[in-house]
C-alpha cells in the first residue's frame, strides 16, 4: 500500500462516521501520522438521512468529501477501501487495496440494521443506515406511486400507497412524519389522478411508547402530532415476517408494498479480534475506550459499548456520543504525546430532540421538556450547526426555507430503479412493447 513511512507513531482509523471524523479532525498530526479507511469517500450526516429518502434535501446537502476536510492535515492520507480483517497479533490491517502495520489502531465503524434472524424482513424491506438506502428508498416511494397510477386493482393500488415503517425511536417517527407531510401537500400535486388520501402510514412499535429513550412526555407529545397528521400508531405490536406484499405482526396484519426497517441495529465491528461483545454486536471498551484485551485498539462511537453501573449496556447509540468519544480519545492521544496520562471518558448528556413535522418537535433536556414550534425552531438550529461545512448549511437552510415557504419539498426524482424482488401485482409493460 502506497503511505509514505515517517518517524512518527501511525494510527489507524477505520470509519469516518462521526466518531471516526470528530478523531481525525482533533488528534495532533505533528505528533502522530494518521491513516484513515473508509468504503466511501465522504462522510454522512446520518441525522438528515430520513430527508433524503423523503425527497425533502438533495444527497449533496448531508455528505462531504473526506479529502476536502483534510487537505490541509499534514501527515493525514485517507484511502478509500473495505477494511476486511485486523491481525493484532502482527499489529497489520488487511484492506481490500492492501495490507498496513500501525502502531495504534482505533475502530470507528459505526452500527448496522439489526432484523434479530428474520430472514424474510431483511429481503424485502428497506433499511435506512447508508445514503445508497435512503436514495432506494426514495425512488421506491416514487416508484409505488408510478406503478399505482397503472393499476386497475383497487386493493394492491392501496397496497402501493401503503407504508409500514417498523420502530418508533427518532428515525421512524422524523420519517413518518416527513411521508405524512408528502401526503398532505406534495402527493396530491404531483399525482392528481390519485386519491391520495387513500394513503396510509403505519408505525409499528414494540414498546409501549414512541421515543422510548426521550421522557414520556416527549413520546406522548410525538404520538400526540403524528396522529394529528394522520399517522396510525401501534403499540405493543412485533413485526414477526414480510413476503414483500404483507406485514405479519404478534397481533395485526398490513398490506403494503413498502416496509421501511428502523427497529433495531447492532455494532460493525471488524474481524479478526478475540474480543468481548454485547448481544448487539457491541465490542466492549473500558473507560480509555480501549478494547479488553488490547492495548494499541480503540473502539469509539456505536460499535463501542462502555457498560457501568449507570449504564449496564453502555451509552446510547447516538451521534453525540459518538463525537464526544472521538474527540475525547483524540485528546487523551495528544495527552499521551506529553507523556502525560490518559482520562476516562466521561459523556456529558446535552440533551435529545426529534422532529415530527412543519412547526413540531420534541426536546429533552435535564432541565427542560417542551414541544412545538420553540422545540422546532432549536432542532433546526442545532442540525444546521452540526453540518460539516458552510455551504452544507446553506443549501439545507434554503431547501428548509423554500420548503417551508412554498410548500414544497426537494426534487423528486427517481435517480435510480429499485428492483422488485417479488412477483409483480399489476401489469406491467413487459420490455420493448409499445402502447398505443
Not at 362 to 388: I, P
Amino acid at each position: 500500500m502506497n503511505v509514505p513511512h515517517r518517524d512518527l507513531p501511525r494510527i489507524v482509523i477505520i470509519g469516518c462516521g462521526f466518531a471516526g471524523l470528530k478523531f481525525a479532525k482533533t488528534i495532533n498530526t505533528n505528533q502522530y501520522q494518521v491513516v484513515l479507511f473508509d468504503k466511501n469517500n465522504y462522510h454522512t450526516f446520518q441525522p438528515l438521512m430520513y430527508q433524503v429518502a423523503s425527497a425533502g434535501l438533495e444527497p449533496d446537502s448531508i455528505v462531504y468529501p473526506i479529502r476536502k476536510v483534510f487537505n490541509r492535515k499534514k501527515n493525514f492520507h485517507f484511502r478509500m477501501a473495505d477494511v476486511h480483517q485486523i491481525d493484532a497479533e502482527k499489529k497489520l490491517v488487511h484492506t481490500s487495496v492492501g495490507i498496513l502495520d500501525y502502531d495504534y489502531l482505533v475502530m470507528a465503524t459505526g452500527a448496522q440494521s439489526n432484523f434479530f434472524g428474520m430472514k424474510n424482513i431483511e429481503k424485502y424491506s428497506m433499511p435506512m443506515k447508508s445514503l445508497v438506502e435512503a436514495l432506494n428508498l426514495r425512488s421506491l416511494i416514487l416508484q409505488n406511486f408510478e406503478k399505482a397510477l397503472n393499476c386497475s386493482n383497487v386493493q394492491e393500488r392501496d397496497a402501493l400507497m401503503s407504508f409500514v415503517i417498523v420502530g418508533g425511536g427518532a428515525t421512524g417517527v422524523e420519517l413518518a412524519g416527513a411521508l405524512a407531510e408528502l401526503k398532505r401537500y406534495i402527493l396530491p400535486k404531483d399525482y392528481p389522478d390519485l386519491d391520495i388520501r387513500r394513503m396510509q402510514i403505519h408505525v409499528v412499535q414494540g414498546a409501549d411508547r414512541l421515543l422510548p429513550s426521550m421522557s414520556k412526555k416527549a413520546s406522548a407529545d410525538a404520538e400526540a402530532f403524528l396522529r394529528k397528521m394522520g399517522v396510525n400508531i401501534w403499540l405493543d405490536i412485533r413485526a414477526k415476517d414480510y413476503d414483500g406484499t404483507t406485514v405479519y405482526t404478534n397481533q395485526e396484519t398490513f398490506k403494503a408494498k413498502t416496509l421501511i426497517w428502523t427497529a433495531g441495529v447492532k455494532g460493525a465491528p471488524t474481524a479478526g479480534l478475540k474480543a468481548n461483545k454485547t448481544n448487539s454486536d457491541r465490542v466492549l471498551v473500558n473507560t480509555l475506550n480501549q478494547i479488553n484485551g488490547y492495548k494499541e485498539i480503540f473502539a469509539i462511537g456505536d460499535v463501542a459499548a462502555m457498560p457501568s453501573e449507570e449504564l449496564p449496556y453502555g451509552h446510547p447509540m447516538l451521534a453525540s456520543v459518538a463525537v464526544q468519544q472521538g474527540v475525547h480519545l483524540a485528546k487523551n492521544f495528544n495527552r499521551l504525546a506529553k507523556e502525560k496520562e490518559m482520562l476516562p471518558f466521561v459523556y456529558r448528556d446535552k440533551g435529545t430532540m426529534a422532529t415530527i413535522g412543519r412547526n413540531l418537535a420534541v426536546v429533552d433536556t435535564k432541565r427542560l421538556k417542551f414541544g412545538g414550534w420553540f422545540a422546532w425552531l432549536l432542532w433546526m438550529f442545532v442540525h444546521l450547526m452540526l453540518l460539516v461545512d458552510f455551504r452544507s448549511r446553506l443549501v439545507v437552510f434554503v431547501n428548509w426555507a423554500w420548503s417551508y415557504c412554498f410548500y414544497d419539498k426537494g426534487t423528486r426524482l427517481i435517480v435510480r430503479e429499485v428492483k422488485d424482488k417479488t412477483l409483480p401485482n399489476c401489469v406491467e409493460l413487459e420490455e420493448g412493447s409499445s402502447t398505443k
